[in-house]
């Protein structure tokens, strides 16, 4: 990203989350893959950066494309309150953890790439006192998703510092 703090504003982690399915969507579709993009319930608020999260999607989704079943799906799916996941039909993993520690042991147990894409992904996470959470997805395949603090109904047109949390390694 850069070497500033980061601002963090209200937006849509739908609208995040389709942006950032649309960008990848060629290369999933290339590789023998359908993707889908689910959401039941509207606009979703969250206090964030659509830049550093749409980052951290596009780097699940490509371990979706990299790690997913050939003729199989990738799915986005954002739900309330404010969860975002990156679902795929592939091997799966033989886990379900949550938090900073989920990231690192998944990324030191691949057997292809660097696992920098996963890591990016838990500091994207910190950046916005986001869990992570990585589970088996029921009939094979893996679920990693982004579950954000909601968007408090005063914060419309809030500007965040997000100072506290470094950047820098982004």
Do not use: W, Y
């Not at 968007?151 to 820098?168: D, L, N, Q």
């Amino acid at each position: 990203l850069a070497a500033e703090p980061t601002a963090l504003v209200r937006l849509d982690l739908v609208t995040v989350g389709l942006r950032a399915l649309a960008q990848d969507a060629p290369m999933a579709i290339a590789a023998g893959l359908e993707v889908e993009f689910r959401n039941e319930e509207g606009p979703i608020p969250v206090i964030g950066s659509a830049q550093a999260i749409g980052i951290a999607l596009s780097n699940l989704i490509r371990n979706a494309v990299q790690h997913g079943a050939k003729g199989g799906r990738i799915i986005v799916d954002v739900q309330r309150p404010a969860r975002i996941a990156v679902i795929d039909e592939g091997e799966g993993i033989a886990c379900a953890v949550v938090g900073a520690g989920a990231i690192t042991s998944i990324a030191r147990a691949q057997n292809s790439g660097t696992g920098l894409g996963l890591t990016i992904v838990a500091q994207v996470a910190a950046l916005h006192k986001a869990k992570v959470s990585i589970e088996e997805t029921p009939g094979g395949g893996t679920t990693v998703a982004l579950i954000f603090p909601p968007a408090g109904e005063g914060a419309e047109g809030e500007v965040v510092s997000a100072e506290s949390t470094s950047a820098e390694s982004l």
